[in-house]
């Protein structure tokens, strides 16, 4: 009897969320109808044994709500909450996590409520690779925090069973947005080492390259300004630095190209295959 009554329960404030998802696509929605949505934690009791049914009932509405904004107004107040709901009734629901994180990032560019879904994600199914990946995915491509990007992509390679595009992100931010030469080649190195794919062993061989290269460059520069600060002009060229001791040989191109000086900075030649 008791659980007749639970389930009778469960059932009435269903139809009333069904009720008011149809109605608030008649009208403009107000920030306030967001009260009359169900705490997900308190579903989670009513509904007993039944969570992950009633978390995809809440999954086909959640697709459904999408599906009419998408068409509409592009209007999507309810986006969190609906996710929320579902993934307190089922935690370890991907999906809901992902789809709805990137629908959050790319229609709203909420970066709190992006965090407040990942970040629960990674604590109630902490094994995943996925979570932390997206996280960084999102603060990458949406929120332009590539600090934040490079942790979680860091995070991501530290889960069993992390693809090779973890490393790859991880790497790339380092190699094209933080700057960090010398760690993005190391990363890009693990990469090569241990990855499985020759198409990825590939990409590897050839960041592997430019990094090296853009190595050389940084620090050729580096010593061009010092000779020109000591020496009171510019060299002609790299033999030069060479010859006053500023280097000892000047660097194997990785493209099996060569280096010069135009000006006051260093180029890359690389030959036409």
Known sequence: MKNFFYV????????????????IRGVKEKVEEILYLPKGEILKYIALDHRNTVS????????QYYGHHLQTDLQFPYLYPITDIITDLDEKFLHAYTFGSVNIAHH????L???????????KNPEKWEYPFWMGFLNYVFFKDYKTAGIFFKLSTFKKDAPPVCYRFYAFTYYKKLKNLEVA????????????????KEIAKDYIKRTIMKIHMR???????????????????LRELVEKGYIKEIPKHPYDGYYIIRGDTVESIIPKK
């Open 113 to 123: 409520s992006v965090t407040k879904l990942l970040m629960k994600a990674m604590y």
């Open 219 to 237: 620090d050729l520069n580096i010593l061009i300004k010092k000779f020109k600060e000591k020496e009171g002009y510019s060299p002609l060229s």
């Open 8 to 23: 009778f329960l469960l059932f009435l404030i269903v139809i009333n969320l069904s009720y008011r998802l149809d109605e």
């Open 108 to 111: 709203l560019k909420d970066k």
């Open 56 to 63: 995809d009932y809440f999954w086909l509405l959640f697709i």
């Open 185 to 200: 080649l190391k990363l890009w190195e693990y990469m090569y080492n241990n990855v499985k794919s020759e198409v990825e």
